[in-house]
């Protein structure tokens, strides 16, 4: 394996890295999504001071702030993973190479 | 039962059982009463008859009152629990993630450079806030959630220690109402420990709610913490281009040599 195709590995082992966080926060948005409580649990008296309100807006808003980082995991590690194949998949190529000659030019 | 709510089941468990022992004494005390008048005067009767009538709507509005609560009295154990489920399936999963996510930790850091690698460790970093300010805000849900069980366990107990009071009233006075000369007396004092009763509720109930008032403050304050949407950053900086036979001729990214 040569220099460049080593650095190329790690940069896909970001993209691994990006999209198993997002794999993880798939699962945490879907446990917060089931922690939704109600009076039941907070007790009547709580549910009248609002309590019970103010838990389900924050639970949901956890929920949507979850579901957001794993989208933006996900296109993280897949932007990562292109790119490091592309640049791989040139470098294979002659590409880079040759237009780091060009370059000096 | 047990646990660190063992105290909150033995709270309803034993108001559970007050609540009968009360409206058994309450059936005492007017068949003792209906019994007794017919050898009171006529003065003292109708004295007895008004303050009976006193003490049973006392004593209705405090049985049907805590009866009613009962129906949703809240549960501190889960409550516990659903800040255990944040904490070990949200709140860990997001500190794995900044510690794993961190540049630093990045197995492409130190291997390359450009544009392009500038771009994406602002991303990276981006990133990192969020889960860091995420952090923040599931350790402060978690203790809300624990100290909201703390409160609802506590006013639980006061509640108990307040109606069992008024039970042990009510049952000292269907035995002294067997004496027709006690009646009176144990009447009166009957109607002393509903208004204790009510002194009670309202003392615990003061404590109950300015503690609930304050954790649905920072339950509030949590919210706000973010944008109304509950929004994640999107990376918006251009780090994707490692081609050379594009548009530009020319890859971001460069590596280390």
Redesign the interface.
């Known amino acids: 394996m040569t220099s460049f195709e080593a650095q190329c590995v790690e940069l896909a082992k970001d993209a691994d890295k990006w999209t198993a966080g997002a794999d993880l926060m798939n699962g945490a948005a879907h446990t917060a999504e089931g922690l939704g409580m109600s009076a039941e649990q907070f007790g009547a008296i709580a549910d009248e001071h609002g309590v019970v309100s103010a838990y389900v807006t924050l639970q949901r808003q956890l929920t949507n702030l979850l579901t957001g980082a794993t989208t933006a995991f996900g296109t993280i590690g897949n932007t990562v993973a292109l790119v490091a194949q592309t640049y791989l998949e040139e470098d294979l190529a002659g590409e880079h190479a040759m237009r780091r000659i060009g370059d000096r030019d | 039962m047990g646990g660190v709510d063992g105290a909150f089941d033995e709270a309803i468990s034993s108001i559970e059982s007050a609540l009968k022992k009360a409206r058994k004494a309450w059936d005492d005390i007017v068949d003792h009463v209906n019994w007794g008048l017919k050898f009171l005067p006529d003065g003292v009767a109708d004295q007895v008859r008004k303050s009976t009538q006193k003490l049973g709507g006392e004593y209705h509005k405090a049985d049907g009152w805590i009866f009613d ?1 009962l ?5 501190p154990a ?2 516990r629990a ?1 800040a255990e ?2 904490n070990s ?2 709140l860990q ?2 500190s ?2 900044t510690k ?2 961190a540049f630093a930790n ?3 850091n130190g ?2 450079k450009g544009d ?1 690698q500038i771009a ?1 460790r602002s ?2 970093d981006n ?1 990192n806030k ?2 860091d300010d ?1 952090k923040g ?2 350790v402060e ?1 978690s203790s809300t ?1 624990n100290a ?1 069980a703390d409160s ?1 366990k506590d ?1 639980w107990i006061e509640m108990a220690v307040a109606y069992l009071g008024l039970c042990g009233a009510m049952v000292v006075c269907a035995l002294a109402t067997i004496g027709i000369v006690t009646i009176p007396t144990a009447i009166a004092t009957a109607i002393g420990a509903a208004a204790l009763f009510w002194g009670a509720v309202t003392t615990a ?1 003061n404590v ?2 300015n503690s ?2 304050s ?2 403050a920072k ?2 304050g ?2 706000t913490q ?1 944008n109304a ?7 918006t900086a251009e ?7 594009d548009e530009d ?3 971001d ?1 460069e ?3």
């Open positions: 609560l129906l949703e009295r809240g549960s889960a409550l659903a489920q944040w399936k949200v999963v997001v794995d993630n794993n996510l990045m197995p492409s291997r390359w392009a994406y991303v990276v990133q969020a889960l995420l805000i599931l849900l959630l909201i609802v006013y109930s109950f709610t609930l008032d954790n649905k339950l509030d949590l919210t973010n949407e509950g929004t994640w950053p999107l990376p780090f994707g281009d490692g081609s050379v036979l001729k020319k890859s990214w590596p280390i040599a």
